[in-house]
């Protein structure tokens, strides 16, 4: 087939050739078949995955290198910081309060006079003071003792006992003091507040009375604040005023031991103390006050312990003035019933009832063993305790008293030249064949 050119006229004076187009024919042209379209769709579907995947990483780790940069070259933040103290503040409060516990507060004259809403409230008084009623902001109840200032300087000594001794203590069985104030204007003690008062008013007051049960567990409460007092503190001290008196009773009846005025510190390694002149309350005050010079030791709180026993068997006041003069002493009561044998039947008298006399008795004896004439008889109040608590058997206590008819042969026996005996050793008023004992035996040996 020949193929003729083309001549297309562009103008009236140009024209162009252009070759001649060949025929297409049927068999020129033939469309793609089906499993080749299939194949290009998935490379470029996996292609265009490739290339976004990339550009993904590539994103990122530009992020991640900018945040690196930013972050070298950033000044240390100074704010909206949450330190570690911060997460633990609740905690820290908690370990703040408890070591708060440890140290009195010193408050100002207008605090108190604050918390007192002017000492709108008077709870009682006594020789150094007057006590009034207080509230913390907090809610927490307070009792404030306004020391009277004197020339004599008790006041101050009071003061300075108290503050040294219970400011430094903290037990289950002992007032605490929260604080104090002490300027040119007033001496202040800051007690915690015992709803139930002291015991003195239950034993001593028909119209308000403790089941006996109660008292039996507020006598061994006692005597565990004073054994604190006298074995577990650093510094042993003595209180030299223990009666019904001193002896608290919160919402709950538990006792508390206070009225640290007359309390002193001393080494424990010193046996005896001096003492300057009589020290105590008449009728709960050991013998060994009555002789001039002679060595006082912690024993003296045993002694008033075993008086204060005595007026909790008996619920009532150990001396009783008869309309003819005769006195009636309920010590010597009890040791009359106990060397006839009778003291079931007197503790029938006190109105003890039945499933409480065995404790009753048991007392009877230990406030007798209590009591003995020389310090070094008296057993340590950590036995007292264990005895009250029946995990001793309490042998029977010799006679006492004898200082009533002579007080030097009594406190100076001629078998003993001093009285500086170990309390270790001091197992005679309890029976140390007992099989209960035996658990006991390690605590006794190394007890101070």
């Not at 045993?302 to 006041?317: A, T």
């Not at 006190?350 to 004896?365: D, F, Q, S, W």
Request: hydrophobic letters at 40%.
């Amino acid at each position: 087939m020949e193929m003729s050119r083309e001549i297309i006229a562009l103008g009236p004076d140009i024209s162009m050739e252009f070759p001649p187009i060949p025929p297409m024919t049927s068999t020129d042209y033939s469309p793609p078949s089906g499993k080749g379209a299939a194949g290009a769709i998935v490379f470029v579907v996996v292609f265009l995955v490739i290339v976004f995947g990339l550009v993904v990483c590539a994103r990122i780790a530009r992020k991640a290198i900018v945040s690196e940069l930013r972050a070298a070259v950033a000044p240390p933040p100074t704010l909206n910081v949450v330190r570690v103290w911060e997460i633990d503040a609740p905690t820290m409060e908690r370990f703040l309060e408890e070591l708060a516990k440890e140290k009195p507060v010193r408050f100002t004259a207008e605090q108190l006079c604050s918390f007192t809403s002017n000492y709108a409230t008077r709870l009682g008084s006594g020789g150094f003071g007057i006590v009034y009623k207080g509230q913390f902001p907090n809610g927490v109840k307070i009792a404030v003792k306004v020391i009277n200032r004197s020339s004599d300087k008790a006041a101050e000594q009071q003061f300075m006992a108290e503050v040294s001794t219970i400011g430094r203590t903290y037990h289950i069985n002992l007032v605490r003091l929260y604080g104090f104030c002490y300027d040119h204007i007033m001496s202040a003690l800051v007690y915690e507040y015992m709803e139930n008062g002291s015991l003195d008013k239950y034993l001593f007051n028909d119209t308000q009375m403790i089941e006996w049960e109660k008292l039996h567990e507020i006598a061994i409460g006692t005597a565990k604040g004073i054994t604190y007092l006298h074995e577990e503190c650093q510094q042993r001290i003595i209180h030299y005023d223990i009666k019904p008196g001193n002896v608290l009773l919160d919402a709950n009846f538990s006792p508390k031991v206070a009225d640290f005025g007359l309390a002193k510190l001393c080494n424990r390694d010193n046996t005896h103390v001096s003492s300057a002149g009589y020290r105590g309350t008449p009728g709960y005050s050991a013998p060994e006050f009555l002789l001039k010079n002679y060595p006082i030791t912690h024993k003296c709180d045993v002694y008033s312990f075993g008086m204060l026993l005595f007026e909790i068997v008996g619920r009532r006041r150990n001396t009783k003035v008869g309309t003819d003069e005769s006195m009636d002493w309920f010590p010597k009561h009890v040791w009359d019933k106990f060397e006839k044998g009778e003291l079931e039947a007197m503790t029938l008298l006190c109105g003890i009832e039945e499933n409480n006399r065995e404790k009753a008795e048991r007392m009877a004896m230990v406030a007798l063993w209590c009591v003995q004439d020389s310090p070094q008889e008296r057993p340590p109040m950590s036995v007292v305790v264990k005895m009250l608590e029946g995990e001793m058997e309490v042998k029977p206590p010799p006679k006492p008293f004898h200082y009533l008819y002579s007080v030097v042969d009594v406190l100076n026996p001629p078998n003993s030249s001093d009285y500086t005996s170990n309390e270790g050793s001091n197992t005679h008023c309890y029976k140390d064949t007992t099989p209960i004992m035996a658990k006991h035996e390690i605590q006794m040996a190394s007890s101070s």
